[in-house]
């Protein structure tokens, strides 16, 4: 140790060629760390063959006016409401001032920054196609059949969120309305959720 | 440790060890001849009494794991299996989820024992901050274990708990999505639950060593919260301690007992007995009841608080909670330790008590319903006070009781004359 001080007092103040091995081996040694933790931090992101799992075909025809189905996709529920037309002009005739969450969340092409008029919630009036989980805390909202709530939509039991006929929330604590997700439809009664038409002339789908 | 060591090998082979790895010495002056007040009563046997638990959680929690499958089509009917099939495995699986609800129990009677005596305050700060984290600890480790029997309130609790990173600006989705290891909750959050349910209690072992490492170098606290002066004012932890805490111990096993033989699913929901389904939840969904509290502090913000939503203010004020606790040491600034002496704050604590239970007592309920009902709308439906808002007063007083009360008391309070020592308060000699 007492040579190596001599050596640094030769040298002054000046940084020694011990200096610059310390920094640069402390360094590389800080970078080589962090980019080993990130494959053990990664690998809890979804697997490449969940991301796969991306897409359903549902068959609506067995939803008559009036009624929906809850399908799963991606590991929760879709809700597929057949509005009749009075459900539909309730929905539309809601002033956009009443909504406290006024974005579409529609992720379909063209609508993701549009405002939460029902005309952007839906592709066709009288198919409502959202996901099913309160944007709460993620419970499944009850509908048809059951509690509605007060806005004749979706009613949410664990804390309370009312949502209305296009999905959209109104009062309670969720933030957020109902999301849509990706879909298109392959014919008059098929809808293909998880895809859009782009994405399946991409892939292979076909829309037949 | 507290003062020099007093262990004196006095075999050949003790002498032999001691100069290599001196092991025994370190549980001679740990657990045998360590000097502790001579006035401790029966809440600092807490301590001893976690101590079992942990124990028992870890190997009930071993030998589970030999028969349980982390699979999110077999998870439920492995339960069933090892309920009925396996030998004792009845037993053995009441004993373990038992055990979590009397973890809690003991853990939130040593929680507030330290309130209660000051057990937090110089020099005793990394202590009391050790325990928070052995409780952050317990927190996850419980709430992950009851994911994995894959019932109804075990999917949606986790779902619940989980969308709340969601309440995250910017990263909430991101970060949730990497969480779950899919879109959902599902068979990747399963398998992860299972591992880290497996792998925290052995970490929460080593922060409870760091935390009797830190009791030991000052010593115990104690229940008129003077320091110890004279060796007068202490026993050898062994036999009298020992003695003391056994006791305690077995009496705490004793009612645990009552509760594996005879009430083992008391504690739990009868929705759990229904497998996970995605899509349908329960009318009702409460979490165990050690987190109820919570989850009423979680509810009961219903507004918006400036730029924070009401969901994000929620999750806030939910952690804070917690979080809270790490800083009282430096909030609390009373010279006096223990409440005895302290005749206002004293009424405060006691409050702070029941404003826990009841926070709990609201978390159990919906928000909605009423606690006492005062007449009736127009359509004959009751009104009246509603749980909702009991969670939003008590909250209130939770979060005053650390940033008013104990701040302002430990300036304007005059505390009782105290004991000269610990000797004297025991032995009622001349008070000082």
């Given at each position: 140790?007492?040579?190596?001080?001599?050596?640094?007092?030769?040298?002054?103040?000046?940084?020694?060629?011990?200096?610059?091995?310390?920094?640069?081996?402390?360094?590389?040694?800080?970078?080589?760390?962090?980019?080993?933790?990130?494959?053990?931090?990664?690998?809890?992101?979804?697997?490449?063959?969940?991301?796969?799992?991306g897409s359903?075909?549902?068959?609506?025809?067995?939803?008559?006016?009036?009624?929906?189905?809850?399908?799963?996709w991606r590991?929760g529920?879709v809700f597929i409401r057949?509005r009749?037309?009075?459900?539909i002009?309730?929905a539309r005739a809601v002033p956009l001032g009443d909504l406290p969450d006024d974005v579409s969340r529609n992720l379909n092409a063209g609508m993701e920054a549009a405002s939460a008029a029902d005309e952007n919630r839906v592709l066709r009036p009288?198919y409502l196609i959202v996901k099913g989980n309160c944007t709460h805390?993620?419970?499944?909202?009850?509908?048809?059949?059951?509690?509605?709530?007060?806005y004749?939509g979706w009613?949410?039991?664990?804390?309370?969120s009312?949502y209305d006929g296009s999905a959209r929330i109104r009062?309670?604590?969720a933030p957020e309305n109902l999301p849509v997700p990706d879909y298109y439809f392959?014919?008059?009664?098929?809808v293909k959720i998880g895809l859009s038409p782009d994405e399946a002339a991409q892939?292979?789908?076909?829309?037949? | 440790?507290?003062?020099?060591?007093?262990?004196?090998?006095?075999?050949?082979?003790?002498?032999?060890?001691?100069?290599?790895?001196?092991?025994?010495?370190?549980?001679?002056?740990?657990?045998?001849?360590?000097?502790?007040?001579?006035?401790?009563?029966?809440?600092?046997?807490?301590?001893?009494?976690?101590?079992?638990?942990?124990?028992?959680?870890?190997?009930?929690?071993?030998?589970?794991?030999?028969?349980?499958?982390?699979?999110?089509?077999?998870?439920?009917?492995?339960?069933?299996?090892?309920?009925?099939?396996?030998?004792?495995?009845?037993?053995?699986?009441?004993?373990?989820?038992?055990?979590?609800?009397?973890?809690?129990?003991?853990?939130?009677?040593?929680?507030?024992?330290?309130?209660?005596?000051?057990?937090?305050?110089?020099?005793?700060?990394?202590?009391?901050?050790?325990?928070?984290?052995?409780?952050?600890?317990?927190?996850?480790?419980?709430?992950?274990?009851?994911?994995?029997?894959?019932?109804?309130?075990?999917?949606?609790?986790?779902?619940?708990?989980?969308?709340?990173?969601g309440a995250l600006p910017f990263i909430g989705d991101a970060i949730r999505e990497?969480?779950?290891?899919?879109f959902?909750?599902?068979?990747?959050?399963?398998?992860?639950?299972?591992?880290?349910?497996?792998?925290?209690?052995?970490?929460?072992?080593?922060?409870?060593?760091?935390?009797?490492?830190?009791?030991?170098?000052?010593?115990?606290?104690?229940?008129?919260?003077?320091?110890?002066?004279?060796?007068?004012?202490?026993?050898?932890?062994?036999?009298?301690?020992?003695?003391?805490?056994?006791?305690?111990?077995?009496?705490?096993?004793?009612?645990?007992?009552?509760?594996?033989?005879?009430?083992?699913?008391?504690?739990?929901?009868?929705?759990?007995?229904?497998?996970?389904?995605?899509?349908?939840?329960?009318?009702?969904?409460?979490?165990?009841?050690?987190?109820?509290?919570?989850?009423?502090?979680?509810?009961?913000?219903?507004?918006d608080?400036?730029p924070i939503d009401?969901k994000l203010?929620?999750?806030?004020?939910?952690?804070?909670?917690?979080?809270?606790?790490?800083?009282?040491?430096?909030?609390?600034?009373?010279?006096?330790?223990?409440?005895?002496?302290?005749?206002?704050?004293?009424?405060?604590?006691?409050?702070?008590?029941?404003?826990?239970?009841?926070?709990?007592?609201?978390?159990?309920?919906?928000?909605?319903?009423?606690?006492?009902?005062?007449?009736?709308?127009?359509?004959?439906?009751?009104?009246?006070?509603?749980?909702?808002?009991?969670?939003?007063?008590?909250?209130?007083?939770?979060?005053?009781?650390?940033?008013?009360?104990?701040?302002?008391?430990?300036?304007?309070?005059?505390?009782?004359?105290?004991?000269?020592?610990?000797?004297?308060?025991?032995?009622?000699?001349?008070?000082?």
């Open positions: 140790m007492t040579e190596q001080n001599g050596a640094l007092g030769e040298h002054g103040q000046e940084p020694s060629r011990r200096d610059f091995i310390y920094i640069a081996a402390t360094g590389a040694a800080a970078i080589g760390a962090g980019l080993a933790i990130w494959p053990f931090i990664d690998q809890m992101n979804p697997a490449a063959d969940t991301l796969a799992l359903i075909r549902v068959d609506v025809s067995t939803v008559t006016d009036g009624t929906e189905i809850t399908v799963m590991g529920p057949h009749t037309q009075p459900m002009d309730e009288e805390l993620g419970c499944v909202p009850l509908g048809i059949g059951a509690d509605m709530g007060d004749d009613y949410c039991p664990c804390h309370g009312h009062r309670g604590p392959e014919s008059e009664t098929t892939s292979g789908w076909v829309a037949s | 440790m507290s003062g020099p060591s007093t262990y004196e090998p006095k075999t050949g082979f003790t002498r032999w060890m001691d100069a290599r790895l001196p092991i025994i010495r370190l549980g001679y002056d740990s657990f045998v001849d360590f000097p502790t007040p001579r006035n401790l009563n029966y809440w600092w046997t807490f301590g001893g009494i976690l101590a079992i638990f942990l124990v028992i959680q870890i190997i009930s929690g071993i030998v589970l794991a030999m028969h349980y499958v982390p699979h999110e089509s077999m998870a439920f009917e492995s339960l069933e299996r090892i309920r009925r099939d396996v030998k004792f495995g009845w037993l053995i699986q009441s004993m373990h989820a038992n055990g979590a609800s009397f973890f809690f129990v003991a853990v939130y009677i040593h929680m507030f024992r330290g309130l209660y005596y000051g057990s937090y305050k110089a020099p005793r700060e990394i202590l009391w901050i050790l325990g928070v984290v052995i409780y952050l600890l317990m927190m996850a480790t419980g709430f992950m274990g009851y994911v994995l029997p894959w019932g109804q309130m075990s999917y949606w609790g986790a779902m619940v708990i989980t969308n709340l990173i990497w969480l779950w290891g899919g959902s909750v599902g068979q990747a959050t399963l398998s992860r639950f299972f591992s880290l349910h497996y792998l925290l209690p052995f970490v929460i072992a080593a922060v409870v060593a760091l935390h009797l490492w830190a009791l030991h170098v000052p010593g115990n606290g104690n229940p008129v919260g003077i320091e110890v002066k004279t060796k007068k004012d202490t026993l050898p932890f062994h036999p009298f301690y020992t003695v003391k805490d056994g006791f305690a111990i077995i009496v705490y096993l004793i009612i645990f007992a009552a509760f594996v033989f005879f009430l083992p699913n008391v504690l739990g929901h009868a929705d759990n007995f229904i497998p996970a389904d995605p899509l349908s939840t329960p009318a009702h969904i409460v979490p165990e009841w050690y987190y109820l509290p919570f989850y009423a502090i979680l509810r009961a913000i219903t507004f608080i400036g009401a203010g929620g999750v806030i004020a939910m952690f804070g909670a917690i979080l809270i606790l790490f800083v009282l040491p430096w909030l609390d600034t009373s010279k006096v330790r223990s409440m005895r002496f302290r005749p206002v704050t004293r009424v405060f604590f006691i409050l702070f008590l029941l404003a826990c239970l009841g926070l709990g007592w609201c978390g159990a309920k919906n928000p909605d319903d009423l606690v006492f009902a005062i007449g009736h709308d127009a359509e004959g439906v009751a009104t009246g006070f509603k749980f909702v808002w009991f969670a939003q007063l008590l909250t209130f007083y939770y979060f005053a009781y650390f940033l008013i009360v104990l701040p302002v008391m430990g300036i304007i309070e005059k505390p009782l004359d105290r004991p000269a020592s610990i000797e004297a308060a025991v032995l009622g000699t001349a008070k000082a």
